[in-house]
């Protein structure tokens, strides 16, 4: 184990998960520096544009000296293959999944279809684009909204971002405009998706193995970013009670969504478990939160993986697939 490789653990970015992504490399870099590798962390700042943001993040990796990149940046930028292309242009072994597997984990539309082939549930979805002149029009978003035939309440939120950004449940009509203007913000492309009433869920993958789920059980109407990280919002259940057959099921769905998108080392797939005990799939966290009190580093511990040894697998995950192709499942 070569030790004096110098990691650049990159960080922060031009995400709204920007704060979020700080707080998974600091604890990253606390981690690897605790198993006596030659560790720096790389602040990518938060106002750049994505195109300064790649430029910053070269010339910070050249002038580090980085052997190896440990990717802990969050939402787009991190996890949509920008970062992933600039480390394969500069001949860098990274952390986490590759170029497509990032750009297909991040994008809800591109990965739910690839579920679709290989037979997992998702919940049914609608994809509406607008251009951004009609975003004020509450007939042009009602009328969308009639086309996609939902009931309420209706889950709505952007393709391309994570942490529950810009997510909302509406109720009724009043709740829907806000709650499409609000994920418009983020993306020209949002999803219309049916509220499933059930277990929330989330499978943590390392390797090659699913481990113990979660369930999550927040105080507020749905997991969103509030209940996420604002301390005492969620409970945790760790591992989750579900009977022996139903863990499997679920570890195996969880697992299939990681493969399918062709995922490599470690990512988070969160679920809903139905009424009638049916896994549906709701998306793969390619960079999941890796502070020490993160739901991936919780399921690990449950397996007797700890956090400091979760960073340093990971770096060895890194150098031991240097341009391994990933395996993606279903048609390309």
Not at 100 to 119: I, M, P, T, Y
Not at 175 to 193: P, Q
């Amino acid at each position: 184990m070569n030790r004096s490789l110098k990691v650049g653990v990159l960080m922060g970015g031009p995400s709204a998960e920007h704060e979020i992504s700080l707080k998974s490399g600091q604890g990253v870099v606390a981690a690897l520096s605790r198993r006596r590798w030659e560790v720096s962390g790389i602040v990518i700042r938060h106002e750049l544009t994505m195109d300064e943001a790649r430029q910053h993040a070269r010339l910070a990796l050249e002038r580090a000296g980085t052997d190896l990149v440990f990717i802990a940046l969050h939402g787009p930028f991190g996890e949509d293959g920008a970062i992933q292309q600039l480390c394969e242009e500069l001949s860098l072994p990274y952390t986490g999944s590759g170029v497509q597997a990032s750009r297909l984990g991040l994008d809800k539309v591109a990965s739910r279809l690839r579920f679709e082939q290989v037979g997992l549930r998702v919940p049914n979805w609608q994809l509406i684009n607008f251009p951004s002149e009609n975003l004020l029009s509450g007939e042009f978003l009602r009328q969308k909204f009639c086309e996609a035939k939902f009931r309420f309440p209706v889950v709505v939120k952007p393709t391309n971002q994570g942490s529950s950004i810009g997510v909302s449940i509406a109720a009724h009509h009043g709740e829907l405009m806000d709650a499409m203007r609000e994920a418009a913000r983020y993306d020209t492309r949002i999803i219309l998706e049916e509220f499933i009433r059930g277990r929330e869920l989330t499978v943590g993958i390392f390797g090659d193995d699913a481990l113990p789920v979660i369930e999550i059980r927040p105080t507020r109407r749905f997991f969103d970013y509030t209940a996420k990280y604002t301390p005492g919002m969620t409970e945790y259940e760790v591992p989750a009670m579900l009977e022996e057959r139903l863990t499997r099921q679920v570890q195996a769905s969880g697992l299939l969504a990681h493969q399918v998108l062709g995922c490599r080392h470690f990512s988070r797939v969160d679920l809903i478990l139905n009424e009638i005990n049916q896994p549906i799939i709701l998306e793969v966290n390619t960079i999941p939160g890796l502070t020490a009190m993160s739901l991936l580093p919780k399921a690990a511990a449950c397996v007797g993986i700890s956090y400091d040894e979760l960073c340093e697998q990971l770096v060895l995950m890194a150098l031991e697939t240097v341009k391994r192709p990933s395996l993606v499942i279903g048609n390309r």
